[in-house]
């Protein structure tokens, strides 16, 4: 933009507007600032601006949804020294369920950064579809879980 273009409207001008006719509170300390004549809280003396924000975004199922991913991920990276370990070990190497459930938790561990670096599409999933895909992401990994647990029983 140049110096030569016209401003459509200036920034104080919008809020005062905006605030005309309205209730909206001062986000400094919550004063009703319906039919503010200047763009400062008369309460607070904060000076004011309009801005733009997001509806609430709602991270809640997403952050269920990564949760057994990445513990699965650190629990495999942890689980890999032991494992390793067993091929030299006099008992034998490791059962191969065992094998499976760390490489499970690899890319478990893999699909939940997939997850991050895709975070705005699942955001833009419906809430049930995002509720129904963290609860199947928790029983998948459960099943897992006990898998190992059971699988490190027979070791
Ligand atoms: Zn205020």
């Not at 650190?74 to 369920?97: D, E, F, K, T």
């Not at 938790?105 to 955001?123: H, K, N």
Request: proline share 10%.
């Amino acid at each position: 933009m140049t110096d030569a273009d016209p401003q459509p409207a200036d920034g104080d001008t919008l809020l005062l507007e905006f605030v005309r006719d309205r209730d909206a509170p001062c986000p400094m300390c919550g004063y009703n600032l319906r039919n503010l004549p200047t763009p400062i809280c008369p309460e607070c003396r904060e000076p004011l601006s309009l801005t733009v924000g997001v509806r609430k975004p709602r991270f809640g199922w997403f952050v269920v949804a990564i949760t057994p991913g990445f513990f699965s991920g650190i629990c495999a990276a942890m689980m890999l020294i032991p494992l390793v370990g067993s091929l030299y070990s006099p008992n034998g190497p490791a059962p191969w369920p065992v094998w499976a459930l760390d490489a499970f938790g690899w890319l478990s561990g893999l699909a939940a950064l997939v997850l991050v670096r895709y975070r705005y599409a699942f955001l833009r999933l419906p809430q049930t579809v995002q509720r129904g895909s963290a609860v199947m992401l928790w029983a998948i990994h459960l099943t897992a879980f006990a898998g190992l647990v059971a699988a490190g029983l027979f070791w």
